[in-house]
C-alpha cells in the first residue's frame, strides 16, 4: 500500500507565502511523477504543478513565476512553495504521485487534500 500525506495549508493574506509538503510512503520501487491539482469550490479539479523524474516541471499559467515546485527524492517527499498568494488561489489542493509499486506495475495516488485560504 502506499500513502501520500500532505501538510502545509492554512490561512493566509493576499500577498503572503506558504509550503506545501506531500510525502509519500510504503511500498515504493519507484517515482515517476509528482504533482499538485487544486479545487475550488463549485470547480474542476486542475493541475497546479507537475515534476517528473524529480527534474522536469510544468506549471499552470496561473501560477508560474510565483509557484515552484521541487521534490526531495531520498524523502520521497514533493513540496509546492506558492508566493505572491491571491485570493483566486483559494482551494483544497491535492498530492498527486504516479509510483511504480512493481516490477511492472505502476499506479496513480492521491492526498486526502489540504486547504488553502488566502484573504484579500
Known amino acids: 500500500q502506499v500513502q501520500l500525506v500532505e501538510s502545509g495549508g492554512g490561512l493566509v493574506q493576499a500577498g503572503g507565502s506558504l509550503r506545501l509538503s506531500c510525502a509519500a510512503s510504503g511500498s515504493i520501487f519507484s517515482i515517476n511523477a509528482m504533482g499538485w491539482y487544486r479545487q475550488a469550490p463549485g470547480k474542476q479539479r486542475e493541475l497546479v504543478a507537475l515534476i517528473i523524474s524529480g527534474v522536469t516541471t510544468k506549471y499552470a499559467d496561473s501560477v508560474k513565476g510565483r509557484f515552484t515546485i521541487s521534490r526531495d527524492n531520498a524523502k520521497n517527499t514533493v513540496y509546492l512553495r506558492m508566493n505572491s498568494l491571491k485570493p483566486e488561489d483559494t482551494a483544497v489542493y491535492y498530492c498527486?504521485?504516479?509510483?511504480?509499486?512493481?516490477?511492472?506495475?505502476?499506479?496513480?495516488?492521491w492526498g486526502q487534500g489540504t486547504q488553502v485560504t488566502v484573504s484579500s
Open positions: 498527486n504521485a504516479n509510483i511504480q509499486i512493481a516490477a511492472t506495475e505502476f499506479d496513480e495516488y
